[in-house]
């Protein structure tokens, strides 16, 4: 069960699944986006929902509970981001980012959890951001959602070990335009220009870090993650060539 | 003295570790006004620093609100002229596991630590860099960088406020603003005693609140229960001359408690 596939990373990572021989289900704040993605893919189901609205959340989790019986792995790649000076930042803006980023990751969580738990198995994966941790200027209501992603994670992963869940964020850098262009829509801003990012990120080659990305949510999911819980992982630029240069893309793949 | 005729706003003043730093810092010399959503316990505080010699003001303030935030930083101009520091301290907690954790407990976390603190630090800010100078420290946690069981919300609303300001420090920091964390540890405060009485009976048995604050005593290397004034001390620090090359720091004051980063 996969939330958010308008940027690389969540596409990327819903292909890699599929690859591996996963069933799909996608859901995204666009439904004809989930759909197109879903129709590329084997036993892959596309659908609408807003990570915000707890009702439709538990509406798509349903769906996919009745579909393929249990929910072994969820990712959530939902993610808006907004590029302004802090005081200039309006308290409508801050919660839309809070509410899509943070307690989007609530809702899917704990609507997903209680059939993990009945199963005693899950793996629950959230892509975070760089941001979490070294939060730059003009991202900070996106780098607190990110850290609040995080933080929700780490003290979730204590109440879950037990009972063979586990929980962990992964951390890509500035890969994603797509997510500025939806912060700016959600929020009624004018889009950003092509390229705010890349100023973070100077070395970036998008299809090598989405891949990296997608390869370690396979990794955490699989049986060579089954003791990982809790983490945070930084997957930025030299990170992921690091991972790759590990021999960690060969065990994946 | 540290903090001679500056002037300084404490939120969640009125009683634990942002009573104890509003204390400290009228004892170091600053003026302090004094904020909290319980008028009674702010006016108490502002009374004890008007003890200890130094100017104060007490304001009720709900940081979730922005009027009531505008409102506070606008009485401080117009009594003091400046906000040379900001304690945005105020803070709540609950404990319930997230299988369980109802919605409004997420909010009331969230909208009180994170987006209290957002509300708070943007209109000081303002100010601030109308003067380009000043001094920011949140009250974040240890839950700010580790996770504890029941506290997800609270951990995710810590970990917020974290990377809240260290975006803030970098944006501020040409205007000559510094912004800076602070992460108390397990603190002797009416949160603790409260959390303490829930950590027992959610863990059920023969539990007692007592038997959990031994605990964190014994997870805590320098062997003691953290006092508000510990926080107090390194808040006096980092408020002061001698942090003035410190910005976007989270600084650990768990006596031992976290050891990372």
């Known amino acids: ?253 | 003295m540290l903090l001679k005729d500056r002037v300084a706003i404490v939120t969640g003043a009125g009683r634990g570790i942002g009573k104890a730093i509003a204390l400290a810092f009228a004892r170091e010399g600053a003026d302090v006004v004094v904020a909290d959503i319980n008028l009674d316990e702010a006016e108490q505080t502002a009374r004890e620093v008007r003890e200890l010699g130094r100017g104060s003001l007490a304001v009720k303030v709900d940081v979730r609100s922005r009027e009531d935030v505008d409102d506070l930083v606008a009485k401080t101009v117009e009594r003091f002229g400046v906000i040379d520091i900001l304690m945005s301290n105020a803070g709540v907690s609950s404990m319930e596991c997230v299988i369980d954790m109802p919605e409004e407990r997420w909010d009331f976390n969230m909208d009180v630590n994170l987006k209290g603190t957002f509300l708070v630090t943007r209109a000081v800010a303002k100010q601030m860099i109308r003067q380009c100078s000043g001094r920011i420290i949140c009250t974040a946690s240890a839950a700010g960088k580790s996770g504890t069981p029941t506290q997800a919300h609270y951990n995710a609303s810590k970990h917020g406020v974290i990377a809240y300001a260290k975006s803030l420090a970098l944006e501020l920091a040409p205007l000559g603003i510094n912004v800076n964390s602070v992460c108390p540890g397990t603190v002797r405060t009416s949160m603790q005693e409260r959390e303490a009485a829930w950590s027992a009976e959610l863990r059920g048995g023969d539990a007692k609140p007592e038997d959990i604050k031994e605990e964190y005593v014994s997870f805590t290397p320098l062997g003691r229960l953290e006092e508000p004034e510990d926080v107090a001390k390194v808040a006096v620090f980092l408020a002061s001359d001698y942090a003035a090359f410190m910005t976007g720091q989270a600084v650990n004051v768990t006596g031992g408690l976290v050891n990372t980063e």
């Open chain 1, 1 to 253: 069960m996969i939330f958010g596939c308008s940027g690389d990373v969540g596409k990327t990572i819903c292909k890699r699944f599929s690859e591996e021989g996963y069933s799909v289900v996608v859901a995204d704040l666009k439904r004809e986006a989930a759909e197109a993605l879903a129709s590329d893919m084997n036993n892959a189901v596309g659908m609408g929902a807003d990570v915000r609205s707890r009702e439709q959340v538990d509406r798509v989790i349903g769906k996919a509970l009745k579909e393929c019986g249990k929910i072994d792995v969820l990712v959530n790649c939902s993610r808006a981001a907004l590029f302004k000076e802090t005081v200039d930042l309006t308290e409508e803006e801050w919660d839309t980012l809070m509410d899509y980023n943070a307690k989007g990751t609530y809702h899917i969580v704990q609507s997903a959890l209680k059939s993990m738990i009945d199963n005693s198995y899950g793996t629950i994966i959230g892509v975070a951001s760089r941001a979490a941790r070294s939060s730059p200027a003009k991202l900070s209501a996106y780098s607190a959602s990110m850290n609040a992603v995080i933080g929700f994670f780490r003290g979730l992963s204590c109440e879950v070990r037990d009972r063979n869940i586990r929980v962990n964020a992964l951390c890509p850098g500035y890969v994603e335009h797509e997510e500025l262009l939806l912060g700016a829509e959600l929020t009624g801003n004018e889009p950003p220009e092509e390229g705010t990012y890349i100023q973070f990120s100077p070395f970036l080659d998008i299809d090598n870090e989405a891949r990296g990305i997608a390869d370690m949510a396979v990794y955490l999911a699989g049986e060579h993650g089954r003791s990982i819980n809790g983490q945070a992982y930084g997957l930025w630029d030299d990170e992921v060539t690091y991972l790759r240069n590990l021999g960690l893309e060969a065990e994946v793949w």
